[in-house]
């Protein structure tokens, strides 16, 4: 794994989770990498990591539950090493749940129209907010659009930041990554 500590006391955590492991997921995920860096770069503490039989990891693909498992046990190491930290965060692919939604438009892989009917539909269930948004010449990859990604990305978890923040009397505007 690769790990990144903030200088901030009580900084935020974010743990980064990569694509599917039999389909070349791995750490050094281009996507994975820009979304950690985000994160770095807004100030959390942060941790990407290979899940069991990626790279150097041991033990066997397990389809799920042995996965499931690799992400409790960092999520549960970035926690005990942050102990002060005032909210944490969880980033990847194919995660459903409150959160952000980022597809692209040129997705060869994956429909573009039926994650924005997923959005819709995650929409509806009780307690679950789901932002979506489509870099219309994304690929699957996000070739030439990791700038994009990055920037919807930080945007989307600054303004979540501030909602969760206690409501002080604020001056100046919310910080935007241009």
Request: glycine share 10%; net charge positive.
């Amino acid at each position: 794994g690769r790990y990144h500590q903030s200088e901030k006391p009580g900084a935020p955590i974010a743990l980064i989770l990569h694509p599917h492991p039999q389909y070349g997921g791995t750490m050094n995920n281009k996507v994975v990498y820009s979304l950690f860096s985000c994160f770095q770069n807004l100030g959390f503490s942060v941790l990407r990591f290979n899940f069991r039989s990626v790279g150097r990891s041991q033990g066997e693909f397990e389809d799920g539950p042995g996965e499931l498992s690799d992400a409790t046990v960092a999520l549960d190491w970035l926690q005990s090493v942050n102990p002060e930290a005032r909210q944490c965060w969880i980033a990847g692919y194919s995660c459903p749940t409150s959160g952000l939604i980022v597809q692209g438009g040129a997705d060869e892989i994956v429909n573009p129209q039926s994650v924005s009917t997923l959005a819709k539909r995650l929409n509806v269930q009780r307690n679950v907010q789901v932002d979506f948004a489509l870099i219309e010449e994304g690929d699957h990859m996000y070739n030439n659009h990791l700038v994009d990604l990055y920037k919807i990305a930080g945007n989307y978890v600054i303004g979540a930041m501030q909602k969760k923040a206690p409501q002080k009397k604020r001056r100046g505007r919310r910080k935007k990554i241009e």
